[in-house]
């Protein structure tokens, strides 16, 4: 069972290893297809993948007819340079590819196009750089080099590990060469946040205030309580007379037992009020006419950018 195993591992990893050149050949042959019907945006699409499955500079070489083709003189042009400069040492270049750079290059003139030199600073960004023309396909990245560009103003981005990606925009005049130098920069780092010192905080000034004791509201409530209640004496004699002239005037003994219930009651009520009172009033006089005090009360203030505080002190 182990064997069988260890067999079809094997199988699958020498499967696997055949499976870039042999989807790159059929990418090939669809991208030659493609050519024979006039899909040159489809040619194009199959040469770029087949390259990314097996590289080799000859699938430059047709993204660069595909081009021409389409007229683009500026891509055409670049990727026959890529083309000429990924060969190997033993392989050829088609052999069209003479009359296909004589092509390229009648066209660039007859459309105005300029070639643009493009350079990276600083000399470490320049080396890992990658850069990506408005003009192009977003996957058509170059280096910093010489390429064609038509007339117009066209947008560079550039982009290099370990440095923040710049852009920046250069217009391309009519047959005249331009030169354009991108600056780079590492990432911004952020600062430290800054050292506040702190100071010590100085002691509050205190201030003494004298603070007179002029009795508590103890007094003042006792005394309105005892009005209140001399008060409801009073009502309570009033009905205790009446009954009473009532009690005097009564015929029969059914109408004395009621008037003398009555003024039992409201006659208690007038002793209750009264004596209240008097005792109420009294306890307040005392709590307010008893000997004043007076006491020390340390005042003091402090403020912040957050408000102020202000402390009272004192001793009981």
Same mark, same amino acid.
């Given at each position: 069972?182990?064997?069988?195993?260890?067999?079809?591992?094997?199988?699958?990893?020498?499967?696997?290893?055949?499976?870039?050149?042999?989807?790159? /050949?059929?990418? #090939?042959?669809? &991208?030659?297809?493609?050519? *024979? !019907?006039?899909?040159?945006?489809?040619?194009?699409?199959?040469?770029?993948?087949?390259?990314?499955?097996?590289? *080799?500079?000859?699938?430059?070489?047709?993204?660069?007819?595909? @081009?021409?083709?389409?007229?683009?003189? /500026?891509?055409?042009?670049?990727?026959?340079?890529?083309? #000429?400069? *990924?060969?190997?040492?033993?392989?050829?270049?088609?052999?069209? $590819?003479? +009359?296909?750079?004589?092509?390229?290059?009648?066209?660039?003139?007859? +459309?105005?196009?300029?070639?643009?030199?493009? %350079?990276?600073?600083?000399?470490?960004?320049?080396?890992?750089? *990658?850069?990506?023309?408005?003009?192009?396909?977003?996957?058509?990245?170059?280096?910093?080099?010489?390429?064609?560009?038509?007339?117009?103003?066209?947008?560079?981005?550039?982009?290099?590990?370990?440095?923040?990606?710049?852009? !920046?925009?250069?217009?391309?005049?009519? %047959?005249?060469? +331009?030169?354009?130098?991108?600056?780079?920069?590492?990432?911004?780092?952020?600062?430290?946040?800054?050292?506040?010192?702190?100071?010590?905080?100085?002691?509050?000034?205190?201030?003494?205030? $004298?603070?007179?004791?002029? %009795?508590?509201?103890?007094?003042?409530?006792?005394?309105?309580?005892?009005?209140?209640?001399?008060?409801? %004496?009073?009502?309570?004699?009033?009905?205790?007379?009446?009954?009473?002239?009532?009690?005097?005037?009564?015929?029969? =003994?059914?109408?004395?037992?009621?008037?003398?219930?009555?003024? =039992?009651?409201?006659?208690?009520?007038?002793?209750? &009020? @009264?004596?209240?009172?008097?005792?109420?009033?009294?306890? &307040?006089?005392?709590?307010?006419?008893?000997?004043?005090?007076?006491?020390?009360?340390?005042?003091?203030?402090?403020?912040?950018?957050?408000?102020?505080?202000?402390?009272?002190?004192?001793?009981?």
């Amino acid at each position: 069972m182990r064997a069988l195993a260890l067999v079809c591992v094997l199988a699958w990893l020498a499967g696997d290893s055949h499976a870039g050149p042999e989807e790159a /050949a059929r990418l #090939r042959a669809d &991208g030659e297809a493609f050519a *024979r !019907q006039h899909r040159y945006q489809d040619a194009i699409r199959a040469f770029k993948q087949a390259s990314g499955e097996e590289p *080799r500079a000859t699938d430059d070489c047709f993204v660069a007819l595909a @081009y021409r083709r389409l007229e683009r003189w /500026a891509q055409a042009e670049m990727f026959l340079s890529r083309c #000429r400069a *990924r060969l190997q040492p033993g392989e050829a270049e088609p052999t069209w $590819t003479t +009359t296909l750079a004589t092509e390229i290059a009648d066209g660039l003139t007859r +459309t105005g196009h300029s070639r643009v030199v493009i %350079g990276v600073e600083p000399a470490e960004a320049a080396t890992a750089a *990658r850069i990506t023309v408005s003009a192009f396909a977003p996957d058509e990245q170059v280096a910093p080099g010489a390429i064609f560009l038509p007339p117009g103003k066209h947008l560079l981005e550039v982009s290099a590990a370990g440095f923040t990606t710049a852009s !920046q925009t250069v217009e391309v005049a009519d %047959g005249r060469e +331009t030169a354009v130098v991108v600056k780079m920069s590492p990432p911004e780092q952020s600062a430290p946040p800054p050292v506040v010192e702190k100071r010590p905080e100085p002691a509050p000034r205190r201030q003494p205030m $004298t603070v007179v004791d002029r %009795g508590s509201g103890l007094g003042w409530f006792c005394l309105g309580v005892g009005a209140a209640a001399f008060a409801a %004496g009073g009502v309570f004699n009033y009905l205790a007379l009446h009954n009473q002239d009532l009690l005097a005037g009564a015929t029969t =003994d059914q109408q004395y037992e009621k008037h003398e219930t009555r003024f =039992d009651a409201q006659r208690i009520g007038t002793y209750v &009020g @009264y004596g209240v009172g008097a005792a109420a009033v009294g306890t &307040g006089l005392y709590l307010l006419l008893k000997p004043q005090r007076t006491r020390t009360v340390w005042v003091s203030a402090e403020a912040d950018d957050t408000g102020a505080t202000l402390l009272l002190e004192w001793t009981r």
